[in-house]
């Protein structure tokens, strides 16, 4: 598949099949050790975020205090249990996702949200700086309502900033979460393991100035 059509999303009838059987998933993060498969109760939170690439994404997320667990896999496309190899061939229209659990009483959304729009370009459409592709565009799957007013208050913000810098219109695909489908067991924590592994983050220079909101709020 040449870069024009993996940039295009595929229709269902084109999509790649996939698989019912889930990837393996290691007992606990590289990191620390927690789960990184649910359930998660009360009171953490979860949320998809898509940056680019997941490798650095996903170090950005476990750095924050508050944060419980993150993984890196796959969403927002059609194709069950998809491989790595799959996803970049354009044929499953998944993006790469972090899933990041969060305790919201250390940490909140609006300071997630805050990172996630600094660290990266949320304009590109389908690519993040050299990586093209479907797999590589912004997203954030939210999993309520609130979390779901929240991200676009955020955006709304965030997009003013971008403006003032010279940037143009948000591209980020923002909605309710889909299945999270857990990449390969090396794509886990990918930094932690390999310090000097690639990592393609890059912002745009604009500042997210959105205040946490509700309890959250001083």
Not at 96 to 111: A, K, M, Y
Not at 147 to 169: C, K, M, P, T, W
Request: one cysteine or more; a negative charge; proline letters at 7%.
């Amino acid at each position: 598949m040449n870069l024009t059509a993996k940039s295009r999303m595929p229709e269902s009838e084109n999509a790649l099949p996939g698989r019912a059987e889930a990837m393996p998933v290691a007992p606990g993060h590289f990191l620390h050790g927690r789960p990184m498969v649910g359930p998660f109760e009360a009171p953490l939170k979860q949320i998809q975020i898509g940056m680019g690439c997941f490798w650095g994404a996903e170090r950005r997320m476990w750095e924050m205090p508050g944060v419980y667990t993150t993984a890196v896999g796959y969403a927002g496309g059609l194709t069950p249990n998809p491989t790595y190899r799959e996803v970049c061939s354009g044929g499953t229209g998944h993006t790469e996702v972090v899933l990041v659990v969060f305790d919201e009483r250390l940490v909140s959304l609006e300071e997630i949200l805050k990172v996630f729009w600094e660290a990266h370009d949320p304009t590109q459409g389908m690519r993040q700086g050299n990586d093209l592709g479907t797999q590589y565009r912004s997203a954030i799957y939210v999993y309520d309502d609130e979390q779901l007013e929240r991200v676009q208050n955020s955006r709304d913000q965030f997009q003013q900033a971008l403006i003032a810098v010279g940037y143009g219109a948000i591209t980020t695909e923002i909605r309710k979460a889909p299945p999270f489908y857990y990449a390969e067991d090396y794509h886990q924590q990918y930094l932690a393991k390999v310090p000097n592994g690639y990592c393609g983050l890059r912002g745009t220079g604009a500042i997210c100035s959105v205040e946490p909101s509700g309890a959250d709020a001083s």
